[in-house]
C-alpha cells in the first residue's frame, strides 16, 4: 500500500467513525426541487438546493438540502426535475442539534444519483453500473 492509499483509508476510517451511525440511503421520485443562487462582489458565490423526495413505496416525503459555498467559480449542480427517479447520499440531522432551528428533520446531501439521466452529482470511482446485454444464439 502507498502513501496516498494509507492517507485515504485514515480519513475513510475517522469519517465512517465520527458520522458512521448518521449516514443514509434514499431511493425515491423528486416531488419538487428549489435552487437558490447568491452572488457577493461576484467573488463569493452561495448555493442552497432543496430537494424532497417521495421514498418507493411510500406516503411520506423527505426534504433534502444541499449548501456548497465557492471563491469566484459558481458551484455547479446537476440538472433535475420533477419526476426524476434519484439516489440521495447523505447524513441525518444530528439528534443534539435537532432543537436548533438550522437543523430541521431531514438529510444533508453529500452525493446524488439521478437514475433517470444516469449522472451524478460527485463522480464516483469505477463509473456508471454497468449494463449486460445478453446475446440470443443461432441454433
Given at each position: 500500500?502507498?502513501?496516498?492509499?494509507?492517507?485515504?483509508?485514515?480519513?475513510?476510517?475517522?469519517?465512517?467513525?465520527?458520522?458512521?451511525?448518521?449516514?443514509?440511503?434514499?431511493?425515491?421520485?423528486?416531488?419538487?426541487?428549489?435552487?437558490?443562487?447568491?452572488?457577493?462582489?461576484?467573488?463569493?458565490?452561495?448555493?442552497?438546493?432543496?430537494?424532497?423526495?417521495?421514498?418507493?413505496?411510500?406516503?411520506?416525503?423527505?426534504?433534502?438540502?444541499?449548501?456548497?459555498?465557492?471563491?469566484?467559480?459558481?458551484?455547479?449542480?446537476?440538472?433535475?426535475?420533477?419526476?426524476?427517479?434519484?439516489?440521495?447520499?447523505?447524513?441525518?440531522?444530528?439528534?443534539?442539534?435537532?432543537?436548533?432551528?438550522d437543523s430541521k428533520e431531514g438529510i444533508n446531501?453529500?452525493?446524488?444519483?439521478?437514475?433517470?439521466?444516469?449522472?451524478?452529482?460527485?463522480?464516483?470511482?469505477?463509473?456508471?453500473?454497468?449494463?449486460?446485454?445478453?446475446?440470443?444464439?443461432?441454433?
Amino acid at each position: 500500500m502507498g502513501f496516498q492509499e494509507k492517507l485515504q483509508n485514515y480519513y475513510a476510517k475517522k469519517y465512517l467513525k465520527k458520522y458512521g451511525d448518521r449516514l443514509t440511503q434514499l431511493q425515491g421520485n423528486v416531488v419538487s426541487t428549489k435552487v437558490t443562487e447568491k452572488s457577493i462582489l461576484g467573488l463569493f458565490h452561495k448555493m442552497n438546493v432543496t430537494i424532497i423526495v417521495r421514498p418507493d413505496r411510500s406516503k411520506n416525503i423527505i426534504s433534502c438540502t444541499y449548501r456548497k459555498n465557492r471563491w469566484f467559480k459558481k458551484p455547479e449542480f446537476i440538472p433535475i426535475s420533477q419526476g426524476n427517479l434519484l439516489l440521495v447520499q447523505g447524513l441525518k440531522a444530528d439528534k443534539k442539534k435537532k432543537a436548533k432551528k438550522d437543523s430541521k428533520e431531514g438529510i444533508n446531501i453529500i452525493n446524488i444519483r439521478n437514475m433517470t439521466t444516469k449522472r451524478d452529482l460527485v463522480p464516483i470511482e469505477g463509473g456508471a453500473p454497468k449494463v449486460q446485454k445478453q446475446i440470443k444464439r443461432l441454433k
